[in-house]
Structure formats: structure tokens, C-alpha cells
């Protein structure tokens, strides 16, 4: 693998002697929506460096305005399909509140295994297919393929579970149909979920492969002093519910999330910013999950963590993508556990009348923290929705990385600078819209 890498890489080697500073990158793959990013060099010194997100805004806390209360984790589904099992989990968690319900029990436990399925094929499709590349020195998955078939063919099989797993669960694996208010539309059996748990023995097997072959790649010195803030709970590796914690002292009650973060806007996105209120960037994500929740991660993560050579806490934006790797890891094996201790409910649902009230919803995405915030009236018709996905969470920390990144590399030739600052941004997996890929990266040296 090693050999692989330093093949792949020394194609990209370039002529140091070359004199122009600018550079421009129009199509960037292996990112979902449309942004860009600009970055001014002058006299040796960074200027400026904005990560721009010019995708039209979709408007969907305007279009919740007047809905049902049980129309939200259908319609936020559908804001994306690598992640709709994230808005369905924020949703119910918030109208639930808001209504003055709290599920438990089966309900519960089978929230977290669907919410499992979607870490797995997103973390899988995000390490092997859009992230992976830039270690080994590929275009795309598809020239992977080509040396390395067998890899991609496992990654492949490997996030088919994961599908495969949201669809039992949900009806079908992008935009589930079967999750409600207060539960589900309908429930699988004891001997449908014991039917796939041989398929989670393969998928463990295989997420430590993974961890092992992310464990071999090559790093670049980098680490910064981030303020991870994710859902912690004192019981288990967040997904679902929690307070909101971060390595600096937040620790607030979800309901608390607006007086403790701002959303703000500013010319060169589309998407809202968002900072920790008068202190400002912040970090949502596996990182973010990893450092501050080690303790509760399986007795075979914190092994394999060890062997990959990682301390309980990870402060190297790149290798995020081992971190993803025991993530996919932790999800196999608590849906084993899941699987294994499941006892079908009487009802696949608890019905939740409508009362005036706000909820509040907070979970783990794959990328990291969303909250959803609802406001309904006596019949239940949403007043007011406020939807804060990781992405625009992560806006200042990413420019920052970049600016820090290009201050410590500056020295570089423009090429290798230029697919080290996109690979950069992808150490975030940033969902822009969930729809289109390119990204526009321009380095303006003076």
C-alpha cells in the first residue's frame, strides 16, 4: 500500500521553479454543493481567506411555516440523501419535546440502530470514496479501482449494509418512509433483525480492515487547538440524545443551544455561520465525537484506536478519517448489540398529541452536530422551525484550518499547496447542498 502511495504521488509532482502564483481550480469532485474558496498570499503573508457557499438557499425552515407537526421528518428528509436519518432523528426528538413526550424503551433503542445504518454508508462513502484518494494519491475511487479492485469492492459492500440496514428499518435506504412522531410506522421482527445480524459479523470485520489500512496512510503534521463541541451522554457513544458539551466548558441542556451559539450572515455565503457566542469558531464532527466521548466507545474501537496510534483525543484535522473508521466500527458493533437484545414493541409507535410548546432536537450526523428547534400551537401547526446542520456549523473552523494550513505550507509548489488545501476541506466532509459536486478554489499570490 505504501508502494501504491508513493507512485500515485510523485505524479503530482511539479516543476518548483515555476513563477506563477495564482491558481484556480473550476471543478473540484468528491464535494457535495456548489461553494469556493479564494486565498491571498502577499509579501509572504496570508491576507484574506474565504470558503465561500454560493448554493441557492432552499428555504426549508420557511416551508415547514404552517405544516403539521408530523410532517417534519418527512420533509427535512429529504434536505439530504446521504443524511435524511439525521433530520428524521432531530425532528421527532424536537416535536416529541415540544409536546411533552419521551420515548423509550424498543422505540428508542431502534432509533439508534437506523441511526447506526447511516453512519455506516456515510462514513464509508465519504473514507473509501471522496477522502481516500487524496492519501493514496488518486483522481477518484474509480482509478483506485483499477490497482486496488478488492478494496473498493469491500468499501462497496461494506456501505451496502449500512443501506441495506436503513431500509429494513425505514422502508427504503434514501428518504426513509417509515419513521413518525413517536416512533414508527412500522417495526421489524425479532427474526427479521437476527436474520442481518451475519451481515454485521462480516461488516466488523471489515471496519477493522479499514481502520488498519487508514492507519497506513500518511499524514501531514498539523494539528490546531480546536473547540470540539458535540451531544454527549453519559451512557453511550452519542447518536441520538444528550447534552452539548465541548473541551472548553459548554455544558448546556439542548434547549440552551441559541443562547450559547449565534447564527449569523455574511456576504459570501448562503448558508447561515455559526459561532460559539464571544468566543467564536468551533468543531462538530467524529473528531469532535471521538475526543469527547472515548470512554464510551467499545472495548474493540479503543483497540483498534490504539493500534492506528491515536490517543483519546485527536487534534489532526486529516486523520479524521480513521476516526471515521472506528466510528463505522463502534456503529457495527452497537447494532449487533441492538440487534441482540431486541425485543419487538407491542406498538410501533406512541401517539404524541399536539399541545402549544418549542422543542428542541439534538444529534449526532455523521458530519456532526444538528439541532432542530419547532414552535407549534394547540393544533399542532409548526409556528416557527429552525434547522442548524454541521456544515454551517463548521464554516469558520474550516476557513481557519485553511488559513493556518497555508501559513505553515506557504513554501510549497502551487499544485501540491493547492490539492492539499482541497484535501483540506474534505477532512470535513462538507454537505454544501447534498446535490451537486464542484467547489471553485482560487489562490491569488501577490
Not at 77 to 88: L, M
Not at 316 to 343: C, H, Q
Request: include cysteine; charge should be neutral; hydrophobic fraction near 35%.
Amino acid at each position: 500500500m505504501k508502494e501504491q502511495q508513493r507512485k500515485h504521488k510523485a505524479k503530482r509532482k511539479t516543476d518548483t521553479t515555476i513563477k506563477s502564483r495564482r491558481l484556480k481550480v473550476d471543478y473540484l469532485a468528491r464535494v457535495e454543493g456548489e461553494g469556493a474558496l479564494y486565498v491571498k498570499i502577499k509579501d509572504n503573508e496570508v491576507k484574506d481567506v474565504q470558503f465561500k457557499i454560493f448554493e441557492p438557499p432552499r428555504f426549508y425552515e420557511a416551508f415547514l411555516q404552517g405544516r403539521s407537526y408530523l410532517e417534519p421528518p418527512d420533509i427535512t428528509a429529504r434536505i439530504c440523501g446521504i443524511c435524511p436519518v439525521a433530520y428524521q432523528m432531530s425532528s421527532v426528538n424536537a416535536i416529541e419535546m415540544a409536546c411533552g413526550v419521551e420515548i423509550g424503551g424498543p422505540i428508542r433503542e431502534l432509533r439508534r440502530l437506523i441511526y447506526c445504518g447511516e453512519w455506516i454508508e456515510s462514513h464509508v462513502l465519504h473514507a473509501y470514496m471522496l477522502h481516500a484518494p487524496d492519501f493514496l494519491g488518486y483522481e477518484s475511487a474509480l482509478h483506485i479501482a483499477k490497482d486496488l479492485p478488492e478494496v473498493v469492492k469491500k468499501a462497496l459492500e461494506l456501505k451496502k449494509i449500512g443501506n441495506e440496514l436503513v431500509t429494513l428499518l425505514g422502508g427504503r435506504e434514501i428518504h426513509p418512509i417509515s419513521v413518525r412522531i413517536g416512533g414508527f410506522y412500522r417495526v421489524p421482527t425479532k427474526k427479521e433483525l437476527k436474520k442481518f445480524r451475519d451481515r454485521l459479523e462480516w461488516a466488523r470485520e471489515a471496519s477493522i480492515e479499514t481502520v488498519k489500512l487508514f492507519a497506513t496512510f500518511d499524514f501531514p503534521d498539523f494539528e490546531q487547538d480546536y473547540e470540539y463541541v458535540s451531544v454527549c451522554h453519559p451512557d453511550e457513544y452519542p447518536l441520538n440524545q444528550g447534552r452539548i458539551k465541548s473541551n472548553k466548558g459548554i455544558d448546556i441542556d439542548i434547549s440552551d443551544f441559541n443562547a450559547t451559539f449565534q447564527e449569523y450572515h455574511v456576504e459570501r455565503s448562503n448558508a447561515l455561520q455559526v459561532k460559539v457566542r464571544r468566543r467564536g469558531a468551533y468543531h462538530v464532527g467524529p473528531l469532535a465525537r471521538y475526543s469527547l466521548n472515548y470512554d464510551l466507545l467499545t472495548p474493540t474501537c479503543k483497540e483498534m484506536a490504539k493500534e492506528a496510534g491515536l490517543d483519546k483525543t485527536c487534534f489532526n484535522p486529516f486523520k479524521s478519517l480513521i476516526v471515521r473508521g472506528i466510528e463505522t466500527l463502534y456503529a457495527v458493533e452497537e447494532a449487533m448489540r441492538i440487534i441482540d437484545d431486541y425485543e419487538m414493541p407491542d406498538k410501533p409507535f406512541v401517539d404524541v398529541a399536539p399541545r402549544a410548546g418549542t422543542g428542541h432536537g439534538a444529534t449526532e450526523a455523521p458530519r456532526g452536530l444538528l439541532y432542530h428547534q419547532y414552535s407549534i400551537d394547540d393544533n399542532g401547526n409548526i409556528l416557527k422551525a429552525q434547522l442548524v446542520p454541521p456544515t454551517a456549523q463548521n464554516q469558520l473552523v474550516i476557513e481557519q484550518d485553511l488559513y493556518h494550513y497555508v501559513e505553515k505550507y506557504m513554501d510549497l509548489p502551487d499544485d501540491k499547496l493547492k490539492w492539499q488545501l482541497e484535501q483540506s476541506i474534505r477532512n470535513y466532509d462538507p454537505c454544501i447542498s447534498c446535490s451537486t459536486h464542484f467547489l471553485k478554489l482560487t489562490v491569488d499570490r501577490e
